[in-house]
């Protein structure tokens, strides 16, 4: 088991990139907004646009994980956001910085996918739960720490916003460099090079396993993911992914400071807030990692939208009042809700709801949902917020009306812990 959980760390360092691009640009957006002169909806897409090359990358990163191997494609990841950080750091004009801010994106969408089903691939069931979900550890640990780098970088003037972005460089290089360790996923092997080839990683992972055993995994790799067959474990991943985004997660993560300065905060305190909320998600998402495969997917999700839905109403009207000096503690209320809930299930479910031969493409289905409507959630933010009067406070209280309807869905959603992931299939009949 000590190899399985150094290999599963590695992996998921993509998802500590994957928070750190997603956040970063919460400390930068303002800055850049004044520097080329951004009206409302062409800053609107200069936030939104890394999540527009996150929506190609999780679409695609299902077939390149298929015909490659994941370790293959995860090694492309970390070039990917090498590349970003060093050309976002360095753009001269708006232009090549929304290009460089799409190739982060890209990597974003396809490290969504290929990071926990990787890990998924690795894990024993009893532990998978707490095995994916380190990669949603290490996105909010990238989350806190784009934040604190912000804190730290705002006062260098209207240079900071290149040492904000151009700092993920050194994560990246980390990444890449720890890769040649990993094995190729078993599971994966025993698709496209037989269960021979796959045993010898087992038994690497300290968990060997017989021929029999892994045969209902070996199938034809041009399996189809739009059949009958999957249509539950696919209603299941888009819905679940739909409704993580409409609670407003990423519109708080990418406009934190804002917010704050709308509720009347000082600018320097509004860069210094969202530190406490990083280290908040962190804090939950560690707890709801250490109980989600004893407490189960399905019972965080319930809890975490009733406590989800009450502090988007007092942030609502916190925000409707032109001072709202409790705003702080209601937010983080909310980012304790979701990322005990939401955020600790969202990857880990759509890791391992699909069946081994359609799970690279089933993962990427549900990623790229997930990121369809944070682009649409980001980009309309801005938008709502200086267009409307009161708009903060109409958002958040649609942000809470969706949390009701996600709370109906979960009921529908089937129990997912200590199954095997080649008995998924009899989960969903």
Request: proline letters at 4%; aromatic letters at 16%.
């Amino acid at each position: 088991m000590k190899n399985v959980w150094k290999y599963a760390l590695i992996a998921s360092l993509g998802g500590f990139l994957f928070g750190f691009e997603t956040a970063v640009i919460s400390g930068a957006e303002q800055i850049i907004q004044k520097l080329w002169h951004l009206d409302a909806f062409w800053h609107g897409l200069t936030v939104s646009i890394s999540l527009i090359g996150t929506i190609l990358g999780a679409l695609f990163a299902g077939g390149y994980a298929e015909k490659y191997g994941r370790k293959s494609v995860l090694g492309a990841i970390a070039l990917l956001y090498l590349f970003s950080a060093v050309g976002c750091g360095l753009s001269p004009i708006w232009s090549l910085f929304l290009l460089f801010r799409f190739l982060g994106g890209l990597a974003v969408g396809v490290s969504s996918v290929v990071g926990p089903v990787y890990i998924s691939e690795i894990a024993p069931a009893k532990d998978r739960g707490k095995l994916t979900g380190l990669f949603q550890i290490m996105i909010v640990t990238g989350i806190f720490v784009a934040y604190l780098t912000n804190f730290l970088f705002a006062g260098l003037g209207e240079q900071a916003w290149r040492y904000m972005l151009g700092i993920m460089a050194l994560p990246a290089v980390l990444f890449y460099a720890l890769l040649r360790i990993l094995p190729e996923s078993p599971r994966w092997l025993a698709i496209h090079k037989g269960t021979a080839a796959a045993n010898v990683v087992f038994a690497r992972l300290g968990q060997p396993t017989s021929t029999a055993e892994m045969e209902p995994t070996k199938r034809q790799p041009a399996t189809a993911l739009w059949q009958k067959q999957y249509s539950k474990p696919i209603f299941f991943a888009v819905m679940l992914a739909f409704f993580n985004q409409m609670t407003g997660i990423n519109a708080i993560l990418y406009y934190a400071p804002r917010i704050f300065e709308m509720a009347g905060f000082e600018a320097q305190l509004a860069y210094l807030q969202p530190i406490f909320i990083g280290g908040t998600n962190v804090l939950f998402t560690l707890l709801g990692m250490s109980i989600i495969d004893r407490v189960g997917r399905k019972k965080l999700l319930l809890l975490g939208a009733i406590g989800m839905f009450f502090f988007l109403l007092l942030t609502a009207f916190g925000l409707k009042g032109e001072h709202s000096p409790f705003l702080l503690y209601y937010i983080i209320g909310f980012i304790g809700c979701f990322a005990l809930s939401q955020g600790a299930v969202i990857w880990v479910f759509l890791a391992e709801i699909f069946p081994n031969e359609v799970r690279a493409k089933g993962s990427s289905l549900g990623s790229t949902t997930h990121w369809v409507f944070a682009a649409i959630i980001s980009w309309l933010f801005p938008v709502v917020v200086e267009g409307f009067e009161q708009g903060g406070f109409y958002i958040f209280l649609f942000y809470a009306l969706m949390v009701v309807l996600s709370f109906v869905f979960i009921l529908l959603l089937p129990e997912t812990k200590g199954r095997a992931l080649e008995s998924m299939k009899e989960t969903l009949q």
